[in-house]
């Protein structure tokens, strides 16, 4: 088969949310809160570059950082994390912390995450919904509560946590200060725009991530994760919908429903719809 449906696993954290987003079901009001639902490959598929999850938070995740690929081989793993997310729905006051609000040494870093006054010294910046951001590995960070966003991200689990607001959870404060850039946040250069009918929304360095909303046929190129947000359509003849999520293995032909919003994500420098 050219594409797959895959299947799709519930995290419960405790701070995520029992009310999820349309194509979800919701969780019960007296089980836990889910904070993540990733979406998993068939066996036969070999360990794929990217992993594709949604979030639901309701507190403000640690303030970790992920090791680039050199630094994560360096410690037995397949390549390092840099992550992209899009923002879905925002709740007032929503934040994502990104970086620091100034250069500081490490040693300084060390000692701010161990006295908690790093929480302070991170750029908390107000997010709203359809936002994109490129979070390229080094980079100090923090998910805020209140958010409903996709996740894309190098396939790995390897998370430093520096600050975790006195939970009573590992901190890794050696390893993520060595692999940190304690220094404020620049994005990315934004990508450039090919047609009405398809945007590049990430162009970050380890995938790249489009937006198609056009309602004329098209092919899928190359191998990648097709990530329907609403709406629906056809991967040659088989029918999705919102709430999934497609890996395409081959070249394959995209018909989108009028008013559908899909992304499209995969790695290398090949761009969708060409």
Request: charged content about 20%.
């Amino acid at each position: 088969m050219p594409a797959t449906k895959l299947s799709t696993i519930r995290i419960n954290k405790p701070w995520g949310r029992h009310r999820l987003w349309p194509g979800f079901e919701d969780a019960p009001a007296n089980g836990e809160p889910v904070g993540e639902i990733w979406y998993k490959m068939p066996e036969s598929v070999p360990e794929p570059e990217l992993l594709v999850k949604y979030l639901f938070t309701s507190e403000r995740l640690s303030i970790q950082v992920h090791p680039g690929d050199d630094d994560a081989r360096a410690v037995g793993y397949a390549r390092g994390k840099d992550e992209a997310w899009l923002i879905l729905a925002v709740e007032p006051g929503a934040t994502i912390a990104l970086g620091t609000r100034y250069p500081i040494s490490s040693p300084e870093l060390r000692a701010a995450a161990l006295d908690g006054s790093i929480e302070a010294l991170m750029d908390w910046r107000s997010v709203k919904a359809g936002d994109v951001i490129y979070s390229a590995a080094g980079t100090i960070h923090a998910i805020g509560a209140g958010l409903t966003l996709i996740e894309v991200q190098q396939n790995v689990d390897l998370t430093y946590r520096l600050y975790d607001y006195g939970r009573p959870r590992e901190l890794h404060l050696d390893a993520g200060v060595a692999v940190s850039h304690p220094v404020p946040f620049v994005d990315p250069p934004a990508p450039i725009q090919d047609t009405p009918d398809r945007k590049v929304v990430v162009e970050g360095g380890k995938f790249v991530i489009e937006r198609l909303v056009g309602v004329d046929p098209c092919t899928l190129p190359c191998a990648g994760w097709l990530i329907p947000i609403t709406g629906g359509g056809h991967l040659d003849r088989q029918w999705f919908t919102a709430g999934e999520c497609w890996y395409v293995e081959e070249p394959v032909s995209l018909t989108l429903e009028a008013g559908s919003n899909v992304l499209f994500a995969y790695t290398g420098a090949v761009r969708a719809g060409s």
